[in-house]
């Protein structure tokens, strides 16, 4: 099984970036963390960070037929993206939406998200954790769904 992982804008700063609401730990943590729990789940994984929208789009449009599901945490572009959105149901890959803070409790312009509604599943505020659920989420509900193709 193969998942591709996504991050949007500003998550290469992790660590550096508001350590108060997204910790002290840096993006290659990040990636660690995620590699080392595919390792144990026995799935492969993909990650990739980008602070273009269109590089999302592309990457998503890309992953037809590759991947058999995306852990995306689009960052400041799940509350203003249509185009990511849009690619999300164009591929009908399985699709978990991840935010390592709980944007439920901040800012008004943070309570929107347009991709949530062709996402199988959201997770918001447990931090890099949030990751690793995603994916156990993905792989159960592959299996729930007779495996892999
Ligand atoms: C974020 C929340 C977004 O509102 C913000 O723009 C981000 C990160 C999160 O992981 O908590 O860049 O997606």
């Given at each position: ?41 026995g ?48 591929v ?13 409790k ?44």
């Amino acid at each position: 099984m193969k998942l591709l992982i996504l991050n949007g804008p500003n998550l290469n700063l992790l660590g550096q970036r508001e350590p108060g609401i997204y910790g002290a730990q840096s993006y290659a943590d990040l990636v660690a963390l995620i590699q080392e729990n595919a390792r144990r789940l026995g799935v492969e994984a993909e990650v990739r960070q980008t602070n273009h929208e269109g590089v999302l789009v592309d990457w998503i449009q890309q992953a037809y037929g590759v991947f058999d599901g995306i852990v995306i945490n689009p960052a400041a572009y799940t509350h203003t993206s249509v185009a990511i959105l849009d690619a999300v149901k164009a591929v009908s890959i399985p699709t978990v939406e991840v935010h390592i803070s709980d944007v439920s409790k901040r800012e008004d312009f943070r309570q929107v998200s347009y991709i949530r509604q062709a996402c199988v599943k959201t997770i918001a505020g447990h931090g890099f954790q949030g990751y690793v659920e995603g994916m156990e989420y993905l792989i159960q509900l592959t299996m729930d769904n007779g495996g892999v193709r």
